[in-house]
Each structure stands twice: as C-alpha cells, then as structure tokens.
C-alpha cells in the first residue's frame, strides 16, 4: 500500500521473507537506543548486542526503507572524503585510510558467514573508463593496490579487452579486482536485524521519533511510547530531522534512480556481463550497475542534486543505460525506484555527538553499503570508550549552509554541473 518510490523497488518484491515488527508503544529502558534502521543503525546494533548491551532499535517506517534497502548493491572497498582527509591530517591520515579500506566489505562479509543471510554475494566488480585521463586514474589506483600486496586481487583492462567484462564499446578500459562484490542489499538489511533480534535487540518499526530529551540519561520520544537510554546513536541519515541545529546544513539529501529490466535470456546476459560483475563508470555523475540474481539489469545513476524527482524514471535511466548496452533496446522495464541518499560537501562523512551520550553518523555521498557497515563499528568502538577513530570523523571540518533542502540543493546543483561538464570535456 506504501507509494513511496523506495518501496516500488525490485529488492522490495524479491525478499526472502519479510518482518513486521511492532510499533513502539509505552515506556521502555535500555543501554543504548538505536534511531535508524538502515546499514549504520543495524551494523552498531548488531556490534553493540554482540557485547551484551541491551539495544533498543527505531525505525520511522521499516527495516531498510531508505538508501540502505534499495541501493546499487555494490559493496565496494574505500572510504569517501579521501582528499579532504588528506589536507586536514597529511601523511598520518595514510594508515587509518588503508585499515579501514576494506574493512566495511569484511563486516558484510563477517555478517553475511556468521548470521547465515541469503543476499545473493557475488563477488567481482571493475570500474570503467571513458578517457585516457581516466585510465590513468586507475593505473594509479592499481600501482597503489600493488604496492599493498593486493597485486592478487586487482587487474588493469585495456581496450582490447574490456568487452570480456562488459560487453559495450564504450570504455577505453577498466581495473577489475574480485575482492568487491554485489548483493541483494534489502535482504542483508533484513538478515541483519534478524541477527540483532536473535541477540536481544528490540525493534520497533513504523514509529517516529519526534524528540530527545537530553540529560545524563537520554530520553527518545515518539508519538506512542519512550526509551530512556543510557547513548543514543542517531543513524536516520538523508531522512532524519532531529537536532538540526547540531547537525543541520550539512548533509544535502540527493536522489540516485534505479530500472530493473525484465529477466534477460542466458546469452543476452552472458553478452552484457559476461564474467557478471557490478561495474561502475568513473565520471563524476556516474552510471552503476549490475545483473540480479535472475539476470536482470539493474541500472542506476544520474544523482539528482536539486531536490526535484524525475516525473518518469524510466524515461530518465533508460537512454542512459542503451548508451551503454545498446543490445538491451528490447528489453522490457519490470522496475523503476529511486529516493534519496545524504551528500556532504567534501565528502567526510559527518560523526559526532551531542553532549556525551547522543552520537551521530550520517552523509556517505553513495558510498554507504561499506562504509555505514564502517561506522556502524566506530560507534559501537566509541560507546565501549575507543574514541580514536571516531575523533578522526569528529575533529573534521564541515561546511554549514542554511536551509540546506532549498538553497543548499541548488548551490551544490550548481557545483555538480561544472563536474558533468568535466566529464563531458
């Protein structure tokens, strides 16, 4: 009955199985209450319940409704913000930076081995080139991964031979590694609380939060019932509007669309994806996309940062997506959708917290599927009294604007033009 277009998704009508859990009603009391429940809230709850707190979950609607549940389902190494850390820490900040690069692909992975969660993994990805400065781009990107002693794991593609990984002309080239993967990322939402659930975690679903009553014990209102907490972590990222005057005017809410095609026949996907991997172009105002587990494509791209929604998602992706496999031309549209993700200027995602007991994490500017999995356990770090990452992302710099969803939107709209304009030079 929910016509929101994050429910509209192909995720949506292929979960295993799905959960209901209750609406909060009446007063409640735990060690922590989690506000969220995509990849961020999930991933801390799980990692706080596997240390014996007793958590307690919030989600305004359902387990995964925002980007979480419905993204490319990439699970891609890195850490946005990489260039913005740099110039604030320098050379030191190199260490935290390669620690932490796979370390959201391995608590998927972790999770995914520990808890039993059918998401479909698939390992395999490679990043695409469209020009020769681009390759470049990736030839520093595959010096640097073999000068890590992950030489094993990544391949540079020429043009020879990109069309044995993507079956287009349109790339000059590629660096493909098979450490990334792709997945179901709504039914890794779902097994994810499932896991948490089965270790005590409460969840309450459609119930959202209208305020925090702060003190030495933090107390979490919605419209039916509290929890008084010891922390809070607020996790609601694009969607979440409380304290905005801690952690409003940073975080721009964008959207990012996806088309499923209808099931394609084995020879038609083998010629498409032939080794099936999720792929990625490296613009600026990127494509990204990647066969399902019964052969579709899922086709993404084209973020929109002025706040307005497409009329016709089809009519937007579609064009985008023959450009690029142009043999798809026949096939049928079974699933459009697409919503909002949180985008911050210079990339850092914005941690913090309020006082000494309410954290905050948000704005993965599309990298969340890792890196939420990332900070997820740096909260839960901070909570058990290891601030040492978390001050990394705390002590970082943000540019403030005000009234973010109007003139934020448009001033960063502006900006991502001269980057479209960038790719198309």
Excluded at 98 to 127: A, M, P
Excluded at 356 to 377: L, P
Excluded at 407 to 414: F, I, K, P, Q, S
């Amino acid at each position: 009955m929910n016509k929101a277009p994050e429910r509209q998704s192909y995720y949506a009508a292929t979960v295993n199985n799905t959960t209901e859990y209750p609406r909060l009603q009446g007063d409640e009391v735990a060690d922590i209450c989690v506000i969220g429940g995509g990849f961020t809230g999930l991933s801390a709850a799980l990692k706080l319940a596997e240390r014996d707190y007793a958590v307690t979950l919030i989600e305004s609607h359902t387990i995964g409704w925002g980007a979480s549940g419905r993204n490319g389902g990439q699970l891609i190494r890195g850490l946005s913000g990489q260039k913005a850390l740099r110039k604030k820490y320098g050379p030191d900040i190199e260490a935290f930076i390669n620690r932490l690069r796979w370390r959201g692909n391995e608590i998927v992975e972790e999770n995914i081995r520990k808890y039993d969660i059918e998401c479909d993994l698939k390992y395999g990805y490679i990043d695409c080139a469209f020009k020769d400065r681009q390759m470049r781009d990736l030839e520093a990107e595959f010096e640097k991964s073999s000068s890590m002693d992950m030489a094993d794991h990544f391949r540079l593609v020429g043009a020879d031979e990109i069309s044995e990984y993507v079956g287009t002309s349109v790339y000059k080239g590629g660096l493909f590694n098979d450490r990334d993967a792709h997945l179901h990322p709504l039914n890794l939402c779902l097994g994810e609380a499932r896991a948490a659930a089965g270790l005590g975690t409460k969840i309450y679903e459609q119930s959202p939060v209208l305020s925090i009553t702060h003190g030495k014990e933090p107390v979490v209102h919605t419209k039916h019932g509290t929890v008084r907490a010891k922390k809070v972590i607020l996790a609601g990222n694009a969607y979440h509007l409380l304290e905005q005057k801690k952690v409003g005017g940073i975080l721009f809410p964008a959207g990012t669309y996806i088309i499923a095609t209808e099931p394609l026949s084995d020879d038609l996907a083998d010629e498409v994806m032939p080794r099936d991997l999720a792929a990625c172009d490296v613009n600026e105002m990127l494509d990204y996309y990647r066969l399902s587990s019964d052969k579709r494509m899922l086709f993404g791209g084209r973020c929109n940062y002025s706040g307005r929604e497409p009329k016709d998602i089809k009519a937007t992706i579609r064009p985008r997506m023959l450009k690029v496999f142009p043999q798809l031309k026949d096939a049928r549209i079974d699933f459009q959708w697409g919503g909002k993700i949180g985008i911050v200027i210079n990339r850092i995602p914005q941690v913090g917290r309020i006082g000494d007991n309410v954290y905050y994490a948000q704005g993965y500017s599309g990298h969340g599927m890792n890196q939420a999995h990332i900070v997820g356990e740096i909260l839960t770090e901070a909570i058990c009294g290891q601030m040492e990452d978390f001050d990394v992302y705390a002590k970082a710099k943000h540019w403030k604007i005000p009234a973010p969803r109007w003139v934020g939107n448009n001033m960063v709209a502006l900006g991502m033009l001269y980057y479209r304009m960038k790719d198309l030079l």
